[in-house]
C-alpha cells in the first residue's frame, strides 16, 4: 500500500478492485453444482490414497550409484551384506604436507575382528632377520598352502626355501626389509599412501623425487599395499600388521559401489588404479580367507568383468573402451589374483582377454604392442605373462621364442632404468626358469641392492629411476615395483613346476 506521502504505485489494485474481484469468484463458486464439487473432492481423496504409498517406498530406496568419471568427491559408503562397515575417515589432500601430522596407525583400522589360526612357528635360516621379512607364523601354508592358492609361498615354511632356490640372498631380502619401512613411515594417518610421497613424509623438507599424480589415492593405496602381500604381511599376521589393516580399511572405503560391482578407478589413474586396487584386495582376501575382504574384493572382480570391451575383449581407460596391452595385464592380473581366492571369475571373460591378446600379437605370438600388433619393449613381457596364467605351456613355440628375446634384452638397469619392464619381464623369466632366468636374475637382483638409497641418507630403503612414469608416481611407484620385483622368489609359485598347483583359468 502507498503511503499518504508517496504517489500510487502503478502496479498495486485499489480497494474497490479487489473487493469487486473477490465477489465475482465467490458469485462464480456458488454457482458450480455441489455434485460436481463432491465429485472433484472424492477424486482428489482418492488419488492421494493411492500415491502416498508409492512416495513413501521411494523415499525408502537408497540408490548407490558409480561415478564412471572418477571425480566425485564424496565416497560413498560400502555396505554389502558381509562386509561391517567402519566410521569414515576424512581424506584431506590439499592440506600442506608440513601441517600433517606424523601417522599413527591403531587397532581401530583393522577391517575386522577375528580368531587367529594357530601355526607352528618356523625360523628363516638364510638370514637373521626372520621377524622383520615375514610373520612368525605359517598360516598362508596351513590354510591354503599346497591345496592350490599361488600365494602360499609367501608363507615362511616355503618362503625360505623358495628364496634360496629361486636366487634370492640375504641382500635381496635385507633391500626388501629397508624397502618396506620406508614404505611404512610414508603412510598417511588416513590409512592411505600418496604419490607425493611427502604427504606422509615425517620431514617433508627432505623428500626429493615425488610423483606428479596426488589425488590418486587409490592406485598410491594400492602401490603400498601389494609390496607388504608380496612379503608375506597381511592384516592379520607380521610386523606391519597395524599399517597392512589401516590400507585396506582405507581403500574399501575408497570404493564406490553399484549394486555387486564396486570401483576403483580415478580421474588420473582411470581403470589402472581400479586394476591395482583390486589385486591388492584379492590378494589380501585369497592369503587369509577373512570373510569381511570377500564381498569388497568380489565387488572389485565385478567392475572388470562389466568394464570389458565386448567387443575386443580388452579393458582401458574407461569401461568397455577398446583395449590396451598395458591395462589389460593389470586387469587379468587381478582376475588370476581373485581366482587364486576362489572367488567368481566369469568364463567368457578370461576368453575374451584371449582375444584381445590375438589381437595385438605379432612374430607368431611371441611379441605384442599396444593397441594393434607390435614388439613393445614393456608390453611383450606384459603379454607373455598373460599367456603363462593362461594356460600356455612351457614348451610353447612363440613362449620360448618370446623368452629368448626377453633374455637377449636383459633387464633394464641405469639411472633410467624402466622399472615397469623389469616388474613384468622378471616374473616371465622367473616362471619360466632355467639358464636364463638364473643369468637375468643375478644382473637384475643385484642392480637393485646396489641401486636402493643406503641406511645412512635421507629416503633410506627406497629408490628413484627416471623410467616410464616416474614424473607421475615419484619415489614411491619405483620403491612398489622394485619391492615386488625382488619378492618375485617367493610372492607367486611358480607355474612351470610341479609344487605350484595354481588350476587353470576357467575355460
Excluded at 561415478?67 to 592440506?95: S, Y
Excluded at 638370514?127 to 608363507?155: E, H, K, L, Y
Excluded at 582376501?285 to 570377500?294: E, G, I, P, V
Aim: charged letters at 20%; proline letters at 5%; hydrophobic letters at 35%.
Amino acid at each position: 500500500m502507498a503511503t499518504p506521502d508517496s504517489p500510487q504505485n502503478d502496479l498495486e489494485p485499489d480497494e474497490e478492485e479487489v473487493r469487486s474481484g473477490v465477489s465475482s469468484r465467490f458469485i462464480l463458486l456458488t454457482a458450480v453444482p455441489s455434485w460436481l464439487v463432491s465429485l472433484v473432492v472424492h477424486f482428489l481423496l482418492i488419488l492421494i490414497l493411492v500415491l502416498l504409498p508409492v512416495a513413501q517406498r521411494v523415499n525408502q530406496q537408497r540408490e548407490i550409484v558409480v561415478d564412471d568419471t572418477a571425480d566425485a568427491e564424496e565416497i560413498e559408503e560400502f555396505k554389502m551384506e558381509e562386509f561391517e562397515p567402519i566410521d569414515e575417515m576424512k581424506l584431506d589432500f590439499d592440506k600442506p604436507p608440513e601441517q600433517m601430522e606424523d601417522a599413527v596407525i591403531s587397532e581401530e583400522n583393522i577391517i575386522s575382528d577375528f580368531q587367529e589360526l594357530e601355526a607352528a612357528p618356523t625360523q628363516m635360516d638364510l638370514v637373521d632377520f626372520a621377524d622383520q621379512t615375514a610373520p612368525f607364523t605359517d598360516m598362508m601354508t596351513t590354510d591354503a598352502g599346497i591345496t592350490g592358492n599361488g600365494t602360499s609361498g609367501r608363507g615362511q615354511a616355503q618362503r625360505t626355501k623358495m628364496l634360496s632356490e629361486g636366487g634370492g640372498n640375504g641382500g635381496s631380502e635385507a633391500a626388501v626389509v629397508a624397502g618396506l619401512k620406508w614404505i611404512a613411515d610414508h603412510q598417511l594417518p588416513d590409512g592411505t599412501w600418496n604419490f607425493d610421497h611427502r604427504r606422509g613424509a615425517k620431514k617433508p623438507g627432505e623428500s626429493k623425487n615425488f610423483g606428479e599424480f596426488s589425488n590418486s589415492p587409490r592406485a598410491a593405496t594400492a602401490m603400498g599395499l601389494l609390496p607388504f602381500l608380496g612379503s608375506g604381511h597381511t592384516h592379520k599376521e607380521g610386523k606391519y600388521k597395524k599399517q597392512v589393516g589401516a590400507g585396506l580399511t582405507s581403500l574399501v572405503r575408497l570404493m564406490q559401489v553399484r549394486g555387486r560391482e564396486g570401483s576403483l578407478a580415478e580421474s588420473n589413474g582411470n581403470m589402472y588404479s581400479h586394476g591395482l586396487g583390486s589385486i591388492a584386495l584379492c590378494e589380501a582376501y585369497a592369503m587369509t580367507q577373512d570373510k569381511d575382504l570377500a564381498a569388497p574384493a568380489q565387488a572389485s572382480l565385478n567392475y572388470i568383468v562389466s568394464c570389458q570391451d565386448p567387443v575386443g575383449g580388452g579393458w582401458r581407460y574407461q569401461p568397455r573402451q577398446a583395449g590396451d596391452t598395458s591395462v589389460v595385464g593389470w586387469q587379468l592380473m587381478a582376475l588370476k589374483s581373485g581366482h587364486m581366492g576362489y572367488l567368481e571369475v566369469p568364463r567368457n571373460t578370461i576368453a575374451g582377454s584371449m582375444k584381445f591378446l590375438d589381437s595385438v600379437q605379432s612374430d607368431g605370438g611371441a611379441k605384442y604392442g599396444y593397441v594393434d600388433p607390435g614388439a613393445g619393449k614393456a608390453t611383450t613381457p606384459v603379454g607373455l605373462l598373460c599367456r603363462m596364467y593362461l594356460g600356455w605351456k612351457k614348451d610353447n613355440p612363440a613362449l620360448e621364442k618370446g623368452v629368448a628375446y626377453l633374455s637377449k634384452q636383459g633387464p633394464s638397469t641405469g639411472n633410467n632404468a624402466n622399472m615397469y619392464y623389469n616388474y613384468y619381464a622378471t616374473q616371465v623369466m622367473r616362471h619360466y626358469g632355467g639358464p636364463k632366468w638364473g643369468a637375468w636374475n643375478v644382473k637384475q637382483r643385484d642392480f637393485l641392492i646396489k641401486s636402493q638409497v643406503p641406511e645412512n641418507q635421507a629416503e633410506a630403503g627406497s629408490w628413484h629411476f627416471n623410467g616410464l612414469h616416474t614424473d607421475k608416481g615419484g619415489r614411491l611407484y619405483n620403491t612398489s615395483l622394485s619391492l615386488l620385483t625382488l619378492e618375485v622368489y617367493y610372492r607367486h609359485l611358480p607355474i612351470y613346476k610341479n609344487t605350484a598347483s595354481e588350476e587353470d583359468f576357467p575355460l
